[in-house]
């Protein structure tokens, strides 16, 4: 069973940047595809960005496009969000979450396609 866990969320300004970080035990991460979802206090949780299990396809939520980029290392199990341009209404939790894909380049974007979930870290941006 793979496990997930984030790392690299905390408190900074707007207009600065995050790199989230996601690191998957176990030796069959490169069947997953990966994504990210967020949840703010008293919101539903949210698609934020996937990418495939390989060609390096991606998608985004329109509200973080051109600020946000995912981006993968197979060899290291690893999925990373970097988050730039942030803003107040980035601020939530951030989850990582793995998706058993058979299509190689396919991006799940809904949060019903991903079976395994991180413990989750606390991205807050001040205004």
């Known amino acids: 069973q793979v496990q997930l866990v984030e790392s690299g969320g905390g408190l900074v300004q707007a207009g600065g940047s995050l790199r989230l970080s996601c690191v998957a035990s176990?030796?069959?991460?490169?069947?997953?595809?990966m994504g990210w979802f967020r949840q703010a206090p008293g919101k539903e949780r949210e698609f934020v960005s996937a990418i495939a299990r390989s060609y390096g396809n991606t998608n985004y939520a329109d509200s973080v496009k051109g600020r946000f980029t995912i981006s993968r290392d197979n060899a290291k199990n690893t999925v990373y969000l970097q988050m730039n341009s942030l803003k107040p209404e980035d601020t939530a939790v951030y989850y990582c979450?793995?998706?058993?894909?058979?299509?190689?380049?396919?991006?799940?974007?809904?949060?019903?396609?991903?079976?395994?979930w991180g413990q989750g870290t606390q991205v807050t941006v001040s205004s």
């Open positions: 176990g030796r069959t991460f490169s069947t997953y595809a």
């Open positions: 979450a793995a998706a058993s894909i058979i299509l190689v380049g396919y991006v799940p974007t809904k949060d019903s396609q991903y079976a395994l």
